[in-house]
């Protein structure tokens, strides 16, 4: 029995969708079957040609799914009991897949280049201040411990001065333990930032494109 074209590019296009649930995977695969069906797409070629390779329209699917899951938080990932360490680790898997969808665009390959320069770039200096802050940090708490020793050291030679070093180093404790918390905010904010950018870019990308995507109206 001959296979036909539409069933080999679906069982292709199937192997690149284990990062999806069995019903999610049923659901999509259904919807293309459909979408070639209803368009009278018989030949290999048609078929890429409307829908792009099984890879690439799979890196697309992948990514729309992640931006969908993004957005709502991941409330329906594990009962919504997801750490704040795991939504963050899926955001950045998030950003990966929207990328990996624009390298499947030949005309948005120039764009994703960019975009991955500027997240280089961004990275390499977030990484930067984020050790310079912890270096920052170490250096003014040892320095505050040092300061409150070498004030008790003197205790019962000059209490002025005990008093003068003792009082300097509580203070640059007090400061680091008030600045600590809101630099960690500050990144997090950032990182947030970049998270809605690349939903953004996701959603332009995946809905503003010839390619139909699940869940949008299509002429087909």
Request: charged share 20%; glycine share 6%.
């Amino acid at each position: 029995m001959k296979i036909s074209a539409t069933d080999t590019y679906i069982d292709e296009f199937k192997i690149y969708l284990h990062q999806l649930s069995e019903k999610e995977q049923s659901d999509v695969i259904e919807f293309y079957r459909e979408y070639i069906a209803d368009a009278g797409l018989t030949k290999s070629d048609e078929i890429i040609n409307a829908l792009g390779t099984p890879k690439n329209l799979a890196r697309k699917v992948l990514a729309d799914y992640s931006i969908k899951m993004s957005e709502e938080n991941y409330k329906n990932v594990d009962d919504g009991k997801m750490t704040s360490n795991e939504r963050f680790k899926k955001n950045v898997g998030m950003i990966g897949l929207v990328l990996l969808a624009l390298m499947a665009s030949p005309i948005a390959i120039p764009i994703a280049l960019v975009i991955i320069l500027m997240l280089v770039l961004v990275v390499g200096l977030a990484f930067f201040f984020i050790l310079l802050f912890l270096f920052l940090v170490a250096a003014s708490v040892i320095c505050g411990i040092g300061a409150i020793f070498i004030g008790l050291s003197v205790i019962f030679q000059s209490f002025p001065t005990t008093i003068l070093f003792v009082g300097a180093g509580l203070l640059i404790l007090g400061i680091d333990f008030f600045l600590i918390p809101i630099i960690i905010a500050l990144f997090k904010w950032f990182f947030s930032v970049v998270v809605i950018f690349f939903r953004w870019l996701g959603k332009k990308l995946l809905h503003g494109r010839k390619t139909p995507m699940k869940g949008e109206k299509t002429n087909a």
